[in-house]
């Protein structure tokens, strides 16, 4: 079982930025496909960025230029750095990883193991 553990959410005003850091096991950050994903209130849950274990990255077009998702295998830490936070951003945030897939994908169903979410606020 792989474990997933979130932190770094807060409240900010809009144009702010934060960073979220997801920590798992040294086996998973480097040998599977990690992703962020988002779940504002009355939604389901959307893509946000997605990592291959290679280091390539795939963003929704809702936060490209804006987000980074990038991993320290050294740490065992995935990460989702913010900036330019708009009110629309505001959601509970998961880490997630894909060991049987491995594909650049922003489906739910590709994704095995969860974290338990983080809040991201902005306000406007």
């Known amino acids: 079982q792989v474990q997933l553990v979130e932190s770094g959410g807060g409240s900010v005003q809009s144009g702010g930025s934060l960073r979220l850091s997801c920590v798992t096991s040294?086996?998973?950050?480097?040998?599977?496909?990690m992703a962020w994903f988002r779940q504002a209130p009355g939604n389901g849950r959307e893509g946000v960025a997605v990592?291959?274990?290679?280091?390539?990255?795939v963003y929704a077009n809702s936060v490209k230029g804006r987000f980074t998702i990038s991993k320290d295998n050294a740490k065992n830490t995935l990460y989702l750095q913010m900036f330019s936070l708009k009110p629309e951003d505001t959601a509970m945030y998961y880490c997630?990883?894909?060991?049987?897939?491995?594909?650049?994908?922003?489906?739910?169903?590709?994704?095995?193991?969860w974290g338990q979410g983080s809040q991201v606020t902005v306000s406007s």
């Open positions: 990592i291959s274990k290679f280091g390539d990255t």
């Open positions: 040294t086996y998973a950050v480097s040998n599977y496909y």
């Open positions: 997630a990883a894909d060991n049987r897939h491995q594909v650049m994908s922003f489906a739910e169903s590709d994704f095995d193991y």
